[in-house]
Structures are given as structure tokens and as C-alpha cells.
């Protein structure tokens, strides 16, 4: 197998790149710092396409393992031959592989295997050879002793062992997997007849090939929960008929005695367990696939800079914790106030202490967080608004993970002296002013933008997540002088205890000056420098350039670009030319033409934040209930999740509306991230309100 050639034809790209990425990559280079800084030696691929390169990779390299290992074990028996060596190397998945060494296997005490045992194996080559079929029970008379007292206990022991080697036949597997996918049926039905969730699969029939991925998931539920009984019905006839034509030579009835065997006891318990466990897989890929979609969106959001931030951790018994945040996250004030409660008094104290707060802090925008009590507190802050009649906003933030940053080792390291809802009271308020800095601090399952995550394979989940998470962060840059430790642990080769090493230096040494000066702190090695660097950023650092995503390798090169266009070093905010000839430029300064697009493009606007390019969140001053929603009204709203049947759309009612993927749009589409995603700020109509129910239909065709 050339892996190079593989590697080529499916991603379609150059040799010469394949060589290129697979050297970088075993040389310890990161994903983030190979799309980033690598690109001409990749063809300027992006992250995406370098993660999916390298999932490829360790793949096809886990196969040759696999090969090499099941040769090995084949040969240690004694029975490789060339032709299943040459069937080893064709093998193009483990599942091949795995099909090929079921015959050398070794295996529990089975039907065959006694019959073996008692000695009935020449009697089953005999069957199977299939041209002395008119006297087998005259040969089998040979076979009987004390063990095997008749006849027919010695051709249905040498049917047994018949029936497993066509069971292990790993073509004949092939065949019929093929035929469970292309004709079988997901069948479910009711295990109690109750209400619940599951309801539309109580009686429930769908194509394997057709089924969709979160039906999948939502089935596999129900049977876990005991809910659903469910199989595939297969198509057994023609898979009857087909391993028929493939190993009758006349009508032998002991032969299809043993296929017919073989297939319903052996072969199709096993290759349905293979067709669920497939299903389930691929549904979890495209699972983790849009989870990692919405939480790249939810990451990606636009940080509100420089404003007063109050926000409010709603609650009814406890009272609601507040946090007044300043505009680069510092807490200023905290407390509690009781305005959820009946009490009249204690509503007017808690509209005393905000508006004291509010007027002492200049707070712009007040943030509650979406939990219990959140409705209440809302009603509650509309309502002062109204009375302060000042430039104030309000925004329903989803705290989804709040708790558990809170609860957590971090939260507690971060506030020491604060109680467990202050701290997420501070969640809420930072992750409005800078979602990524602040949702960094929680495991990603956490943040509530998937579907079904806690039901998926959660090492294939957590490695999803963690490179979106890593891939968003790179693609920002962070502050190196007040990036947290967990922000700091995903930039490109920075472990978690180069971080916090990172933030021990800043501590006893102030604010780094320059890029360099992270060569002082312990365990950051010229390696991890080279990866880390050029993500880092240092606002009024000595070196203008270290405000940029410039890497220091490339430096001299800037510095030359600057000379060379006359250009300002002092402000480095410079309209260039549009009508530079790049690859003429490219020569003279001896660099490739990503890279100096990629400098003229800091140049132009230095510190320059990708997420400035998202919409911006809606800010509210005044309130809806779904009782003031009427058929026909037209909302803007705030895209909350995507899904594989639809988005949950957020319009301002404390119930987010479903916009199921018919009523996105006109034109046929396989899934809604092809229209939608998440923190997609749209137009939304109002086909329907069941309010007992809370149920808001939305639709995009306006």
C-alpha cells in the first residue's frame, strides 16, 4: 500500500504536498501551526482539510499495523499462504482484515469445534466436495462409536462444521453486508406501551440505506431506556439464494441444510450487530461533525469590547447573584438581590442595589443568564429599564456549563472567596463579553450546542471538540499578557503546564515586552516557541509586529515589505495597494505567496479580530411572551442550535423556536448548516404557537 498515493487521490492534492504534510507532522509540527505558517509546503490547505489529512493518516497507518500483525499471527499457525497474503495487502478496512483472520481465530467451544473434536471433520469435506451425496448416510455409518451413536448425529455434527466455515468466509461476509445495507429494514416497536419521547418509533419501519442519522441515534436511546424493541429485518430469501449459487454444485440437501444454518444462526446475528454498530457510527460522525459546526459558530462569536457588563445568575429561593464586569473582565462589584420573589420589598431593594450599581459602574448591558428564574428576573429588568430610562441593554445569555466551570478546580482556583453562583454569575457576564476566552474554561460536551453527545463514543467526541476549540483559538490569537491559563493550554505547543508557567512568569516578571522574552519561561523551548509564537499577541509590546499574527521567522521579511511600500511603522493600519503585482513582490523579497499575502493582510490591519466579521448579538430593552406571538408575525431571532431536522431559534420569547429544515428554504437541501448556523442572527415567521406545550414553529420562507 502507498500511503503517499492514497493520500493524494483522496484529498486530491499534489505528492509533493502529501510528502510535505506527513514530514511536518512527524516532526511534531501542530495542525494550527502547519495551515497557519506551512503553506506553501501544504498548497495553503486549511485546518480542516490538515485534521481530516491526519485522521487519514493514522488510519491507513493503523491498518498496515493491523496487516502486519495479522500475518504475523496467521503465520505463527502455520497456514499463511500466498493468497492470503495477497487478500491481507488488497484489504482496504479493518473490517477486512478482521473478516480474512475469523477462520484463524481462536475460538470458544462451538457446534463445530466438538464435532471436530469427535472426529467428523473428513466427513464434513466429504459433504462439502458434493459429489457423493447419494451415499453419505453409508459413509457416515463409518463415523459412529460410543460418542456419535447415529447416523444423524454424525452428518448434522459435520453440517456444523460446515456451517462455520461458511460463516468465516470473509467474502461471503462481504456479500451479505452489502445486501443487509441495501435491503434491510430498521424495524422498532413498543417494549410498554407508555407515553414518552419515542412515541413515533412504537411503530416504526425505515431502509437501512435511508435512515437518518439522528433517527439513528434517537432508536439507539429508546432501546437503551428500555423503551424499544428494535432489529433489522433482512432480506433472508435472496441472501439464501445467493450464498446458494455461490457453494451448490448440484441440490445437495445436507449443503443447504448447513447455508440455511449457518446464515440464521451464525451469520445474521453477527452481520446485524455489525449493520447497528455501522449505523450508529456514521450517525455519530455526522453527530460530532455538526456539534463541532455549532460550537465553532458559538466560539466564533463577536466579544462585546469595552462595556460595563452586569449580569445575574437568576435564581428564586437563593436570590439572583449579580457580577458587575469591566470591560476587560475584571469583577468590580457582586451580591444578591431577591427580585423573583412575591415580596414587594424586596423588589424594590433589589431595583435600589442594580440601580445603584448601574449608575455607579456605567453599566451598558445587563446579562442573565438562561436557567431557572431567568423569565422572572427578565420581567424584573425590563421593568427597570423602563424606570431608569437610560442607554441600557439586556441580553438572555445561555449559561449552559456555567455550573460546572463554576463547581470546578478552575472556578475555584480563579475566585477563591467567592461562593459557587458568583462565580457563574462572572461566567455569564464574561462569556458575553468574550465567548472564547470564557468557554475555553469548560469541557466542550458541556456548552450545549450538540444533540445526543452524551450517547456517542466520547473519546471520538472529546477529540472532535478539543481540535475545534484549539483550531478557534489559534484562528483568534490571545493576549499574552492576560490570556488565562486554560486559553493560553490551547494555543499551538503550549501544554497546560507551559501555561501556567507562562502566567507564573507574568506574575513575578509583569508583562512580556517582546515575543522573545517567552524563551525565559521554564520548559517553553525553542520547539514550542516556534509553534506558539506567532498566535500570541502583545498589545504595547516593544515590537509593533508582535500586535500581529506575523511569526518572528518572518519578521525581516515584514520589516523589508514596510521599507519597500513606504509604510508607516508606527501605525502599521495602511490601505496597500490593491494593485501590487504579488508574485512579482514575492521574488524580490524571497517569500512564498501565502505568506506575504498573509503579512499584507496584518499590515493593513494589525491586531485585526476574524470575529469581528460575525454578527453581532441582539441586545434587547423590552420584552415578548409567547401570548403577544401571533401566526403570521415576523421576528429577528438568534440561531441557538443546529440539528439534523432543524435550528432551535431564540426570538425573545424564553422558549426558542423550532424551524424545522422544510421551512429553511425553497430549494432541496441534505442538511440545515447548509443555510444556518449557530449565532446566525435571521428573519423569522411565526407558523404556530402551542403555548400548553411550549412549542414555537418558525419558518425562514418570508
Do not use: W
Amino acid at each position: 500500500m502507498n500511503i503517499i498515493e492514497i493520500l493524494q487521490q483522496e484529498f486530491n492534492i499534489k505528492s509533493i504536498y502529501v510528502e510535505n504534510i506527513i514530514k511536518l507532522i512527524d516532526e511534531g509540527n501542530t495542525i494550527p501551526f502547519i495551515a497557519r505558517y506551512r503553506k506553501e509546503m501544504t498548497g495553503a490547505l486549511d485546518d480542516q482539510i490538515l485534521r481530516e489529512f491526519f485522521d487519514r493518516l493514522n488510519y491507513i497507518r493503523n491498518l498496515e499495523e493491523k496487516k502486519e500483525q495479522t500475518k504475523n499471527l496467521i503465520e505463527e499457525q502455520g497456514l499463511l499462504t500466498d493468497e492470503i497474503i495477497s487478500s491481507i495487502d488488497k484489504a482496504t478496512t479493518i473490517t477486512e482484515i478482521e473478516d480474512i483472520y475469523r477462520p484463524f481465530r481462536p475460538k470458544r467451544r462451538t457446534r463445530a469445534t466438538i464435532a471436530k473434536e469427535l472426529g467428523l471433520e473428513p466427513l464434513a469435506n466429504i459433504i462439502l466436495a458434493q459429489d457423493r451425496d447419494d451415499n453419505i448416510e453409508d459413509i457416515a455409518k463409518q463415523y459412529l462409536n460410543e460418542n456419535i451413536q447415529t447416523i444423524e448425529d454424525a452428518i448434522n455434527g459435520a453440517k456444523d462444521i460446515i456451517a462455520e466455515i461458511i460463516s468465516d468466509n470473509a467474502d461471503f461476509r462481504a456479500i451479505i453486508r452489502k445486501e443487509f445495507i441495501k435491503k434491510g429494514l430498521i424495524v422498532t416497536k413498543a417494549n410498554k406501551e407508555v407515553p414518552s419521547v419515542y412515541e413515533m418509533y412504537y411503530e416504526f419501519k425505515e431502509p437501512v440505506n435511508k435512515i437518518a442519522d439522528h433517527r439513528v441515534l434517537a432508536i439507539n436511546r429508546g432501546e437503551k431506556e428500555k423503551f424499544l424493541n428494535v432489529k433489522i429485518e433482512e432480506p433472508v430469501e435472496d441472501i439464501l439464494k445467493i450464498l446458494q449459487s455461490k457453494i451448490l454444485k448440484n441440490n445437495s440437501k445436507y449443503i443447504i441444510d448447513a447455508i440455511e444454518d449457518s446464515y440464521k444462526r451464525l451469520i445474521s446475528p453477527s452481520i446485524e450487530r455489525e449493520i447497528r454498530n455501522y449505523l450508529t457510527e456514521k450517525s455519530e460522525e455526522g453527530a460530532i461533525k455538526v456539534f463541532g459546526e455549532n460550537l465553532k459558530q458559538l466560539l466564533m462569536q463577536p466579544p462585546i469590547k469595552d462595556k460595563i457588563v452586569l449580569a445575574i445568575d437568576p435564581g428564586f429561593r437563593t436570590g439572583c447573584k449579580i457580577a458587575v464586569i469591566d470591560g476587560i473582565g475584571n469583577v468590580l462589584q457582586t451580591g444578591v438581590i431577591y427580585p423573583t420573589t412575591n415580596m414587594e420589598d424586596k423588589i424594590q431593594e433589589a431595583k435600589k442595589i442594580l440601580s445603584q450599581y448601574i449608575k455607579k459602574y456605567y453599566v451598558e448591558i445587563i446579562a442573565i443568564g438562561n436557567g431557572t428564574a431567568s423569565r422572572e428576573s427578565e420581567l424584573f429588568v425590563v421593568d427597570l429599564i423602563k424606570e431608569l430610562n437610560m442607554p441600557l441593554f439586556y441580553i438572555i445569555v445561555n449559561e449552559a456549563g456555567a455550573s460546572v466551570y463554576s463547581a470546578s478546580k478552575l472556578g475555584a482556583e480563579e475566585f477563591p472567596d467567592y461562593d459557587v453562583a458568583l462565580r457563574s454569575a462572572v461566567s455569564i457576564g464574561r462569556r458575553l463579553q468574550d465567548p472564547l476566552a470564557e468557554l475555553v474554561k469548560i469541557d466542550p460536551k458541556s456548552i450545549g450546542v450538540g444533540q445526543y453527545q452524551h450517547d456517542m463514543n466520547q473519546k471520538k467526541l472529546s477529540e472532535m471538540l478539543e481540535g475545534v476549540v484549539e483550531s478557534c483559538v489559534n484562528n483568534v490569537g490571545v493576549d499574552l499578557n492576560t490570556a488565562s491559563a486554560p486559553l493560553l493550554s490551547y494555543i499551538s505547543g503550549i501544554s497546560s503546564s507551559v501555561a501556567k508557567n507562562i502566567i507564573k512568569y507574568r506574575e513575578e516578571n509583569g508583562k512580556f515586552k517582546n515575543r522573545k522574552e517567552l524563551l525565559k519561561v521554564n520548559k517553553l523551548g525553542p520547539k514550542a516557541f516556534l509553534q506558539c509564537a506567532g498566535f500570541l499577541r502583545i498589545a504595547d509590546g516593544e515590537q509593533i509586529l508582535d500586535n500581529t499574527s506575523v511569526h518572528p521567522e518572518s519578521y525581516d521579511i515584514a520589516n523589508n515589505l514596510i521599507k519597500k511600500l513606504n509604510l508607516d511603522i508606527n501605525k502599521l493600519d495602511n490601505k496597500i495597494s490593491q494593485n501590487i503585482d504579488i508574485h512579482k513582490l514575492a521574488k524580490e523579497l524571497n517569500v512564498g505567496e501565502p505568506t506575504l499575502i498573509d503579512i499584507i493582510k496584518e499590515l493593513e490591519k494589525p491586531g485585526r479580530d476574524p470575529r469581528d466579521k460575525m454578527p453581532a448579538p441582539v441586545l434587547r430593552s423590552d420584552i415578548l411572551t409567547m401570548e403577544n406571538l401571533k401566526e403570521g408575525m415576523i421576528l429577528k431571532g438568534t440561531v441557538r442550535n443546529v440539528i439534523d431536522f432543524g435550528a432551535f431559534v431564540d426570538i425573545g420569547v424564553h422558549q426558542d423556536g423550532l424551524v424545522h429544515i422544510s421551512e429553511m428554504t425553497n430549494k432541496f437541501i441534505k442538511h440545515p448548516l447548509e443555510i444556518v448556523s449557530v449565532s446566525d442572527i435571521i428573519d423569522v415567521k411565526i407558523l404556530s404557537v402551542d403555548i400548553d406545550k411550549k412549542r414555537i414553529a418558525l419558518s425562514m420562507k418570508i
